[in-house]
């Protein structure tokens, strides 16, 4: 083929080295702008991983980026005055220009035509130019290339939030270190290491409000470098820092991050395929390293592509297929590692080693056990100091030793939970004409006994028109409460478990079948009227219609939940949630979506929340004092126009005011046109935002299936409590398994005697024992079974 790579960076350079190497018949031109062996920018980094890869690729490439590197095991973070390190992290810097270097010589090893100082304006020329089979544009993310053919790329570009500049310095750091100052202005971070002998990187970053707040928007270059030179003297130590780009003037140098996401790679033009790679096909945050790496990846992947399809379009199109899925795993990374760099503030009143750990995991890609196959003392001692924490908040006597996060414990008013695993409220379907049974009493006791902290019974309805489907559990009888009773006497006679109790109102999603035999379909025969905060059908066509509730609908269904809260008390339950979440009644009033009242309950937010606080208010003084109030909200409704994440925080505040304890952070389930984000700890970043940022209790939910997720979210101050629902459908006794399976059995042997997991309840056992075993004494085994089934 005849091969033409505009731009000359390295995934240009590596693609082409990678297809004259596979086939020297190839005729591979690569056009650059700048001049040779010249280029801008100071280190790049990249993971043992990524080095491996290059190995596997091109030996004699990898060999002499190897030769060049600077190579680093530990992370350093500088935050409030203290220092706080972690091994085993395996990074390697070298420098851009020496990178480029070494990639330019292989090109010319193997007969890769390399032109120079030749700015590129017409693509379609250049391919007739050259009789071009196959164009690479790795002309950058400021692609001209990309921009001529959007419409085929469809690219989406977004401008983030923070101001940076790329600097240097002849200070050498042994480690990759992030440094975090505050100013009267906001926050400021230093991103540093070193990638030759005698040289670091240092860029230095902070939120454009805050860049403006201090006035670099006006200073020139020296003054801004001036600037960060004062700002961080003390990981500088009396050495300069430095610019290598003197054609920019003023506050030019500092620049924002476009995070660039194309949904296609590949143009067809005159039948010549013109092929995005690199930074012009996607962009990576540099506070994870990857942007180089990925485009040598990409240049991999194509040469690998090439070489196993026999033809340009299977090959293209396994490119695409295989790239799409890699970026994205490292973008969704990126953007998270991001986001938390442009929101430090958010994470400033934790400690330095919770935030120093927050930092770490900050990706989601790298987790509590991951952390401890990196540096297990590092890991050990972090949980110590957790551990102690939690105790001293939860006023009981330290552990002796290390303790997985999950494991610490956590009180709320009166109300001490062993452990920060939760059984979220799952609804069962399994009731009769409100009646909790059988059923519940097997269905939460297993789980109360499998080693949970707290264990919810599912949305308990607070009328019997407030129920989403006949088979629902209720609130709203004397023999409901009794039954309920019942439950809550087992689950603590037989376990240390708490047990909560979330009310609700089905609003616009009630009279429904059970979910096997039609999830939200309305009732065959029988149906109740509904009611909503605005007029709404949940399935256009399909459901009852809800109308509008009115002012004397709001005070009965005020009084309904006021006379469940108080029938709660009476059951005995430790904590009380209410369910403004999911498109149920209370939710309808929140979210824009569902509430288009005129009145004093519709319009802004903080009007749209009124009748739910109301509620809440009444039902807080109505609920014993020492007992916590929780609150589920749906903290994104996944829908344009609908709540957002920053709405949440609004909603977690207004809750806070009102006396909740905690929020229960789900999300969607609001409408039918929603558009969720699945992955692992999906909803854990809401969880983050309303602990961190409206200062509340916060409970995370959300594909949480392993201790590791819950180790992680706990650890790094993301929630207090993790909700988990499925895994523990299927294995009541996920809690026990989870922690036997990540090696830790020192559950009762960590904590003091009088507050380990269990203690009393095996006292009663072994109490119990003692006393059959004297009364057995003499007696045949008939007589013994005899005894046992008199009681």
């Known amino acids: 083929m005849n091969i033409v790579c505009i731009g000359g960076g390295p995934a240009g350079l590596y693609f082409s080295l990678l297809m004259k190497k596979q086939d020297p018949a190839h005729r591979i031109t690569v056009i650059e702008r700048n001049r040779p062996y010249d280029t801008f920018g100071w280190g790049v980094v990249f993971s043992d991983q990524t080095l491996g890869n290059l190995a596997n690729a091109d030996e004699p490439t990898a060999r002499a980026i190897l030769q060049a590197f600077n190579h680093w095991d530990d992370i350093e973070i500088h935050f409030k005055g203290e220092t706080v390190r972690s091994g085993g992290h395996g990074f390697c810097g070298i420098g851009r220009k020496r990178l480029l270097n070494i990639l330019q010589q292989r090109c010319e090893e193997l007969g890769v035509d390399l032109v120079f100082e030749t700015e590129v304006q017409d693509d379609q020329a250049i391919a007739r130019q050259y009789g071009a089979?196959?164009?690479?544009?790795s002309d950058g993310l400021n692609s001209r290339i990309r921009t001529r053919y959007a419409a085929s790329y469809q690219p989406a570009i977004e401008q983030r939030h923070c101001r940076f500049i790329w600097l240097g310095t002849r200070k050498k750091f042994d480690a990759f270190t992030f440094a975090f100052r505050q100013t009267p202005h906001g926050w400021f971070q230093a991103h540093i290491y070193q990638y030759d002998g005698d040289t670091s990187t240092f860029i230095v970053e902070t939120p454009e409000h805050v860049w403006r707040a201090a006035g670099l928007d006006a200073m020139s270059q020296e003054e801004g470098v001036a600037f960060?030179?004062?700002?961080?003297?003390?990981?500088?130590?009396g050495h300069g820092l430095l610019s290598n780009s003197p054609h920019l003037r003023g506050s030019a140098q500092w620049i924002t991050f476009p995070r660039i996401v194309c949904r296609q790679w590949v143009h067809m033009q005159d039948g010549v395929p013109v092929v995005l790679m690199g930074d012009a096909a996607h962009t990576a945050h540099y506070s994870i390293g990857s942007g180089t790496k990925l485009a040598l990846e990409d240049a991999i992947e194509l040469a690998r592509c090439f070489g196993r399809h026999g033809d340009a379009p299977a090959a293209l199109a396994a490119y695409q297929q295989l790239r799409a899925v890699e970026v994205l795993k490292i973008q969704s990374a990126a953007r998270n590692s991001m986001e938390w760099f442009e929101n430090v503030e958010r994470y400033s009143a934790m400690e330095a080693p919770q935030f120093a750990y927050s930092m770490l995991t900050r990706s989601q890609r790298i987790s509590h056990e991951n952390l401890r196959l990196r540096d297990p003392a590092y890991v050990a001692g972090y949980e110590q100091w957790l551990a102690r924490r939690a105790a001293e908040q939860a006023g009981v006597e330290a552990p002796h030793g290390p303790l997985p996060p999950m494991l610490t414990p956590f009180r709320l008013r009166g109300v001490l939970l062993k452990n920060r695993i939760a059984v979220s409220p799952m609804a069962q379907y399994s009731a009769v004409d409100g009646v909790a049974g059988d059923y519940?009493?097997?269905?939460?006791?297993?789980?109360?006994?499998?080693?949970?902290?707290?264990?919810?019974?599912?949305?308990t309805c607070v009328s019997a028109d407030a129920r989403i489907t006949p088979a629902c559990p209720g609130m709203y009888s004397e023999a409901h409460t009794q039954a309920w009773r019942r439950i809550v006497d087992f689950v603590h006679a037989n376990s240390d478990a708490k047990i909560a109790l979330q009310l609700g109102h089905a609003g616009a999603k009630g009279s429904t079948r059970p979910?096997?035999?039609?999830?939200?379909?309305?009732?065959?025969?029988?149906n109740w009227p509904l009611l909503a905060a605005s007029e709404q059908q949940y399935l256009p066509g399909v459901s009852q219609v809800a109308r509008a509730a009115t002012e004397s609908d709001l005070a009965r269904i005020e009084q309904d939940f006021v006379r469940a809260t108080l029938a709660a008390a009476v059951a005995g339950f430790d904590w009380l949630e209410l369910h403004c979440a999911h498109g149920y009644l209370l939710s309808s009033f929140i979210s824009p979506l569902t509430n288009r009242r005129t009145d004093e309950y519709g319009g802004s937010l903080e009007n749209r929340c009124r009748y739910p606080l109301r509620v809440f208010r009444a039902m807080r003084a109505a609920w014993p004092q020492d007992k916590p109030m929780s609150v589920r909200i749906s903290a994104h409704d996944w829908v344009d126009g609908g709540i957002t994440p920053d709405d949440a925080v609004v909603i977690a505040r207004l809750f806070k005011q009102a006396g909740a304890d905690l929020i229960d952070c789900s999300s969607g389930q609001v409408s039918k046109l929603e558009q969720p984000v699945y992955g692992r700890m999906f909803q854990a970043p809401f969880a983050d935002r309303v602990r961190n940022e409206a200062g509340i209790a916060s409970m995370a939910v959300g594909s949480i299936f392993e201790a590791d997720h819950a180790n992680s979210i706990i650890a790094a101050g993301r929630a207090d409590l993790c909700a988990v629902g499925r895994p523990h459908l299927a294995n009541p006794a996920w809690t026990l398994t989870e922690t036997a399976r990540?090696?830790?059995?020192?559950?009762?042997?960590a904590w003091p005697r009088q507050y380990r997991p269990g203690q009393q309840q095996l006292e009663r056992n072994l109490a119990r024992e003692r006393q059959l075993a004297a009364a057995s004494s003499g007696l045949t085994p008939q007589q013994v079974a005899a005894r046992l089934l008199e009681g």
């Not at 960060?228 to 130590?237: K, R, S, T, V």
């Not at 990540?742 to 042997?749: L, R």
């Open 742 to 749: 990540i090696g830790y059995s020192g559950a009762a042997a």
């Open 133 to 137: 089979d196959l164009v690479i544009a």
């Open 515 to 526: 979910m096997w035999d039609g999830i939200d379909l309305p009732l065959r025969e029988g």
């Open 440 to 459: 519940h009493l097997m269905h939460l006791g297993a789980r109360a006994m499998g080693g949970a902290g707290l264990v919810f019974a599912e949305m």
């Open 228 to 237: 960060c030179e004062a700002l961080f003297a003390g990981e500088l130590d």
